[in-house]
């Protein structure tokens, strides 16, 4: 069976500007979240899609946004880059509710400047 | 709403040492528990998990944990340390719930001396 895939590994972007962060979830997993991890801390959970709907998220602002598509692929958008969201971003992928844990992609180092 | 603490951001151990990482956890209901361990620049891999089975519970890489209610503790151990080992490892507490429910401790980074 096929992990979690995220796209692109790494990359840079200017305050102010758009991003969008791509993952393809662990084949037969319906349930997509999205953490954020900064430097030297642990992860920050986002928000999760279930079957194309959004039904959970954390303490973020609304600039960071979300799709899940049929294929249970999913992105993360935020926009209005600040300095402040330079950090990893994780997906994790589950079939079940909270009891199994999460299948985590390797993330995507974003850098603001 | 569930808490982790975990004591000590580093532990530094020798190798073929014992591996204690201490984890405790607040939930108002009976919790799922679980470690994760990271790699620099990757991501989180799953060690163990315990979900109300057995209390003592055992993982990859000849990692366990020890489920203790009375204590809310699900430390980490590993009897003799690798040069392998040494990474980030995270504990996790769920309510069996999705999502905001899932909730990571700061992490606490193991280094192995030689």
């Known amino acids: 069976e096929t992990g979690v895939t995220q796209s692109p590994t790494h990359l840079i972007k200017t305050r102010g500007q758009q991003v969008t962060l791509r993952c393809s979830s662990q084949s037969g997993h319906n349930t997509v979240s999205w953490y954020q991890q900064a430097l030297g801390q642990g992860p920050q959970f986002i928000f999760q899609y279930y079957r194309e709907e959004e039904n959970g998220r954390g303490n973020f602002p609304p600039r960071f946004s979300g799709l899940q598509f049929p294929n249970y692929s999913s992105e993360l958008n935020v926009n209005a880059l600040e300095l402040d969201d330079s950090a990893l971003y994780l997906c994790?992928?589950?079939?079940?509710?909270?009891?199994?844990?999460?299948?985590f992609g390797s993330g995507t180092r974003l850098t603001v400047v | 709403a569930q808490s982790v603490t975990q004591l000590g951001s580093h532990v530094s151990v020798s190798e073929g040492a014992l591996v204690l990482l201490r984890c405790n956890y607040s939930?108002?209901?009976?919790?799922?528990l679980f470690w994760y361990v990271q790699y620099p620049n990757q991501g989180l891999q799953l060690l163990l998990k315990?979900?109300?089975?057995?209390?003592l519970v055992k993982g990859i890489n000849g990692f366990e944990a020890e489920f203790k209610k009375s204590e809310t503790s699900f430390h980490l151990t590993k009897p003799s340390a690798h040069m392998s080992d040494a990474a980030e490892y995270f504990c996790?507490?769920?309510?069996?719930?999705?999502?905001?429910?899932?909730?990571f401790g700061p992490g606490t980074r193991l280094s192995v001396l030689p």
């Open positions: 315990y979900t109300s089975a057995a209390t």
């Open positions: 939930s108002s209901v009976p919790p799922y």
């Open positions: 996790a507490v769920s309510d069996g719930r999705y999502g905001q429910n899932f909730v």
């Open positions: 994790a992928s589950s079939s079940g509710q909270g009891v199994n844990g999460y299948t």
